[in-house]
C-alpha cells in the first residue's frame, strides 16, 4: 500500500481566518513534505520532515507553519494567508534510509485551498 | 544547486503512437531520476523510476533511458491510450539527511487523441 491521504480535499478560507491542513500515512515511512503547487506548475518543496525534526525550511513565510505530531502525521497550520497563497498543497513521504527503500516519494491527492 | 529542463512542455500524439519526453540535469551528485504522472484534480503518481547505476528501466509500455555521460534522461511511452493523457513531471535527486530532495521539471502535457 502506497497511500498518502489529505484531508481536507477543498478548502476556502478569509485572509483573517486560521485552519489546518493534515497529512497521514501507514507506510512507516519517516521523511515527510509539504509542497505547494500553483496551477501549470511543478511541485514547489515547501518543508521536509525526517525522523519527526524539521529538516528543511525553502524559506516559507511564517503564515504557514508545519508540525510532525507523530511518525505517520504531518500538519499544515495556516493563518493570515494572502490570495496568492490559493493553491493546492501537497503532501508525500518516503523511508529513510536503512528503513525501506529511501528513494521513492509517494504523494496524496492534495488539498485544494483557495484564499479569499 | 540542482537544475532540470524538460522538453517538451506539450505533446500530442494519435492513439498507439509513441511518446517520449526528455529531460536534462545539472548536478553531476544527483544518482535517481523518478517520472510522475499527474492527472486533473490529481496528486502526481510514481509511474517509474531509475537509479544512477542503471542505464534503462522497463515496464511495460514505459521505459526510462539515462545518459550519466550526457546529464540526460528520458521518459518512453508505447502504444498510447486516451488514459495516458495527463501532465508529466521529471525530477531528479540524491540522498541527504534522511531525506530525498526532489528537484522537478516544468511538466510535460500529453494529450492522446483516438
Known amino acids: 500500500d502506497t497511500e498518502v491521504t489529505q484531508t481536507p480535499k477543498h478548502l476556502v478560507m478569509g485572509m483573517t481566518n486560521k485552519k489546518s491542513l493534515k497529512c497521514e500515512q501507514h507506510?512507516?515511512?519517516?521523511?515527510m513534505y509539504w509542497y505547494k503547487q500553483k496551477a501549470k506548475k511543478p511541485p514547489e518543496l515547501m518543508f521536509v520532515?525526517?525522523?519527526?525534526?524539521?529538516?528543511i525550511n525553502e524559506s516559507v513565510p511564517s503564515r504557514f507553519s508545519p508540525e510532525c505530531p507523530n511518525s505517520s502525521l504531518l500538519n499544515l497550520h495556516l493563518h493570515a494567508l494572502q490570495p496568492e497563497d490559493s493553491a493546492l498543497y501537497l503532501c508525500?513521504?518516503?523511508?529513510?534510509?536503512?528503513?525501506?527503500?529511501?528513494?521513492?516519494?509517494?504523494f496524496g491527492p492534495g488539498t485544494r485551498l483557495t484564499v479569499t | 544547486g540542482e537544475n532540470v529542463e524538460q522538453h517538451p512542455s506539450t505533446l500530442s500524439v494519435q492513439e498507439g503512437d509513441s511518446a517520449v519526453i526528455k529531460c536534462t540535469y545539472s548536478d553531476s551528485a544527483s544518482n535517481y531520476f523518478p517520472w510522475y504522472k499527474q492527472e486533473l484534480g490529481k496528486g502526481p503518481q510514481l509511474i517509474i523510476d531509475?537509479?544512477?547505476?542503471?542505464g534503462e528501466k522497463k515496464d511495460q509500455r514505459i521505459a526510462v533511458t539515462l545518459n550519466k555521460t550526457a546529464k540526460h534522461f528520458s521518459l518512453h511511452i508505447t502504444e498510447t491510450q486516451p488514459e495516458d493523457s495527463a501532465v508529466y513531471f521529471c525530477?531528479?535527486?540524491?540522498?541527504?539527511?534522511?531525506?530525498?530532495?526532489?528537484?522537478f521539471g516544468a511538466g510535460t502535457r500529453l494529450a492522446v487523441h483516438p
Open positions: 508525500a513521504s518516503s523511508h529513510s534510509p536503512g528503513g525501506g527503500s529511501p528513494y521513492e516519494q509517494y
Open positions: 531509475i537509479r544512477s547505476n542503471v
Open positions: 507506510m512507516g515511512h519517516r521523511a
Open positions: 520532515y525526517s525522523y519527526e525534526k524539521l529538516s
Open positions: 525530477a531528479a535527486s540524491s540522498l541527504s539527511g534522511g531525506y530525498n530532495k526532489l528537484i
